[in-house]
């Protein structure tokens, strides 16, 4: 968890401290879809998860793109 909130924090351009688990992707102010991709490349480069967009939707929190990519490891 500490690495997907390191790695979304930097996307968002964010303090570690200001990213956690509860926090809603969709919600932050520097979300768009330039952060929707380069999540989508990041876990892909860090996590060797494969992800599209429509199911980057669905993760509303951090939390939730944690278990995503958890689901698809195991």
């Known amino acids: 968890m500490k690495k997907l909130i390191k790695e979304i924090a930097t996307i968002l351009e964010s303090d570690t401290k200001e990213i956690d688990e509860n926090t809603v992707l969709s919600e932050h102010p520097l979300w768009d879809s330039l952060a929707s ?10 996590f060797k998860v494969n992800i599209n967009e429509e199911e980057l939707m669905t993760c509303k929190t951090v939390n939730d793109l944690h278990k995503f990519i958890s689901d698809k490891i195991n």
Do not use: F, G, K, V
Not at 37 to 46: F, G, N, P, Q, V
């Open 37 to 46: 991709i380069s999540t989508i490349a990041m876990l892909s480069d860090e």
